[in-house]
């Protein structure tokens, strides 16, 4: 595509319990703090990580009107040119500009975890808080698994993890964002695959920028990454970002979700405080029947020949697979984790509809192979394809129909 030539201006506006970036003809994107005043920000490189899913689906040149820090802003424009190099199909060039000044010279001793009170981030938490003590605060991200309007539900899931968190880490942040809105208004995200959660999760982190390290769990085993590739969150191009202080760290990565799984099983945890659920309607507890739940329960199951109590619903039927969507590569990823945990474990033969499911896998892998559009949802060719201006008349459609939600 080419390069970024259209320029757009971005401020910042910082107000006692929010935090507002203004990008020329985009709706404000609001980071809010309902439990703590806004952080006192010295560089912006936060808006940098909020725009850039954004300035590299349109190929805009951003100019930010906040100083960043110089560490942020080069992190920031190596890692648009690796994401374009990565989908030159998707991605255009982009130019972030900005002046630059030095970062907070007050430094926590303490790291800063992303925790969502799912499987990768609750293992990752325990595990090096026993190899290390309660070394990291957590930041919660209100706006991404549950939905910006949502306020009863996400209080639901900081009730559900707060012994956890009391337990694990020092002090609990949340930030509420509308990020996600602004990202699939323009279609940030590529066919198939998922990417702008690191970018919101890391935009966020950079809010606090006192921190030196924060610290982020795995999604995927290292050569699962391979297979999902492109993936937001993967080992290569984390290490990469910095902002300020502050280097992300992607930590356990060479484990797989059923290992993390089994760990958690038997760790004498509460595992109630897991909130795996799909279904917006019962987040944060585990309805059982969703295909989260469901392949999650497979996982259990296969790693340690139980399913936990956490589900509302603990039968894993014969036809369970069948609510795995193997057109997704993701999916098949898990799936596979799945089926080698119960040859591992002596299950495989026992486990029920366990042969009708790898056959699938099979059938599906080699399908994909064949063809690297396999699985690509008509829905999301249209959304890639339409032009911006269209994509925005048919969202505000949606929203006076109200069928979606409001920006
Ligand atoms: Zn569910």
């Known amino acids: 595509m080419n390069s970024g030539s259209k320029i757009a201006n971005c401020k910042i506006k910082e107000e006692l319990e929010q935090v507002v970036i203004q990008l020329d003809g985009f709706p404000a994107i609001v980071f809010q703090f309902p439990d703590q005043q806004a952080p006192t920000l010295q560089t912006y490189d936060f808006a940098m990580w909020a725009i850039l899913p954004i300035a590299l689906r349109l190929g805009l040149t951003v100019r930010f009107h906040q100083p960043m820090s110089k560490k942020g802003l080069d992190s920031a424009n190596n890692i648009a040119k690796v994401w374009q190099r990565w989908l030159p199909n998707f991605f255009s060039d982009v130019k972030l500009e900005a002046s630059t000044t030095d970062p ?38 209100h706006g991404m698994d549950y939905k910006f309007d949502d306020d009863s539900r996400f209080e639901s899931l900081k009730e559900q993890t707060q012994t956890f968190r009391e337990s694990i880490f020092g002090q609990s942040h949340f ?50 990454q391979l297979e ?25 990565d060479d484990i797989t979700r059923a290992e993390k799984a089994n760990y958690l099983a038997n760790s004498g945890l509460d595992l109630s405080s897991l909130s795996i659920c799909v279904d917006h309607n019962i987040r944060p507890h585990n309805c059982g029947v969703c295909s989260k739940c469901i392949r999650t329960k497979a996982m259990f199951y296969a790693t340690t020949g139980n399913i936990p109590t956490i589900f509302l619903d603990r039968d894993l039927s014969q036809n369970w697979h069948d609510s795995i969507h193997l057109k997704r590569k993701n999916e098949r990823v ?27 896998l099979r059938a599906e892998q080699v399908k994909a192979a064949r063809n690297p559009m396999y699985g690509t949802k008509p829905k999301q ?5 339409l032009p911006l201006r269209w994509r925005i008349t048919f969202k505000r459609f949606q929203v006076r129909r109200g069928l979606a939600d409001t920006l």
């Not at 990020?179 to 690191?198: A, R």
């Not at 898990?334 to 699938?360: Q, R, V, W």
Request: charged letters at 20%; a neutral charge; proline letters at 2%.
């Open 228 to 252: 999902v590739h492109p993936w937001g969150s993967n080992t290569a191009t984390n290490r990469l970002m910095r902002s300020g202080n502050g280097q992300l760290v992607t930590l356990d």
């Open 104 to 141: 907070h010279k007050d430094l926590s001793a303490k790291a800063l975890t992303f925790f969502s009170g799912g499987i990768d981030s609750t293992y990752s938490a325990h595990k090096i808080y026993n190899e290390h003590g309660r070394d990291s605060d957590s930041l919660t991200i």
């Open 381 to 385: 060719l249209f959304k890639e394809l």
């Open 334 to 360: 898990f799936l596979s984790d799945i089926i080698e945990t119960a040859i591992a474990n002596g299950c495989y033969e026992s486990f029920p509809g366990m042969k009708e499911a790898h056959l699938k």
């Open 175 to 224: 930030v509420k964002t509308n990020l996600y809105n602004v990202y699939s208004l323009i279609g940030c995200n590529p066919k198939g695959s998922h990417v702008t959660h690191i970018f919101a999760m890391f935009s966020c982190g950079s809010l606090f920028e006192t921190y030196a390290t924060y610290r982020i769990a795995a999604d995927y085993r290292l050569d699962q």
